[in-house]
C-alpha cells in the first residue's frame, strides 16, 4: 500500500466520500479507516469484517488499479451507463498515481500525452 497516496486520500478525503456512495457504503467509516491504516503503516492484518468491505471497496480502488476517467472524464453511453471516456480504458500505474491525484485528473500515459498534445495545437 502507498502510504503516500493514503495520506493524500485522508486529506482530499471528497475521492472516499464519491466511492463510499457508488458503492451504498457509509463514507464516515472508510474515512476513519483510511486514517487508521495511515497510522499503523497500512497493516490490514487485523481488519474487522466490516472494515474489510470499506477497505476492499472503497480504499483499495483508490489505492491500486486505478482506471483512467479519460479525456472526457466519465461519461454517459446510449444506454446510460456511465463509462471512462478513455480509449484504451488504461489502469493508472502507481507510481504516477500520486501525481494524477494531485492534477486531479485520473488519466493513463496514453490520455496524459494527448492532453499535452491537445493543449499545445
Ligand atoms: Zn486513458
Redesign the pocket.
Known sequence: MDLKILEFLTVNDHYITVEANNNHLNDDAAKELAQLLLNNGGDISHLNVNQQIHYHRILQPLLEFVS????QGMVKTYNGEIQ???????I?YNEDLLFNYHDDNL??????Y?SHKFSIA
Open positions: 483512467c476517467e479519460g479525456l471512462s471516456s478513455c480509449s484504451t480504458s488504461s493508472i488519466l493513463c500515459q496514453i490520455c496524459r494527448d
